[in-house]
Nanobody
Framework: QVQLVESGGGLVQAGDSLRLSCAAS????????MGWFRQAPGKEREFVAA????????YYADSVKGRFTNSRDNAKNTVYLQMNSLKPEDTALYYC???????????????????????WGQGTQVTVSS
């Protein structure tokens, strides 16, 4: 079992920054691919960013590329999402997720599909006002 707890969400103005954190427990964190997803009211959950277990590879949705940075600290069992230049359309509930499949042990492996992640946090709300 893997437990994931997100934090760092809040209400900000357009152009501001936030840093989300996701603390993991339960299994060896360095074996996971970690992803960030978001879901706005009335919309499907969508991919935001992912990072390989080694941190050597990151991947971003086009909508956040250049504004968001995904990183991890395996010694602290924590993954981060630094969000800069926030826009009202970034408003959503943000989830972190873990992929512990055998492919996740590859140094550069990431994935973007919701169904590929086995464990999910409860989410943290990000609201960006215009």
């Amino acid at each position: 079992q893997v437990q994931l707890v997100e934090s760092g969400g809040g209400l900000v103005q357009a152009g501001d920054s936030l840093r989300l954190s996701c603390a993991a427990s339960g299994r060896t964190f360095s074996n996971y691919v970690m992803g960030w997803f978001r879901q706005a009211p009335g919309k499907e959950r969508e991919f935001v960013a992912a990072i390989s277990w080694s941190g050597a590879r990151t991947y971003y949705a086009d909508s956040v590329k250049g504004r968001f940075t995904n990183s991890r600290d395996n010694a602290k069992n924590t993954v981060y999402l630094q969000m800069n230049s926030l826009k009202p359309e970034d408003t959503a509930l943000y989830y972190c997720a873990a992929d512990i499949s055998s492919q996740a042990s590859s140094r550069y492996y990431v994935r973007t599909d919701v169904l590929g992640y086995e464990y999910w946090g409860q989410g943290t709300q990000v609201t960006v006002s215009s």
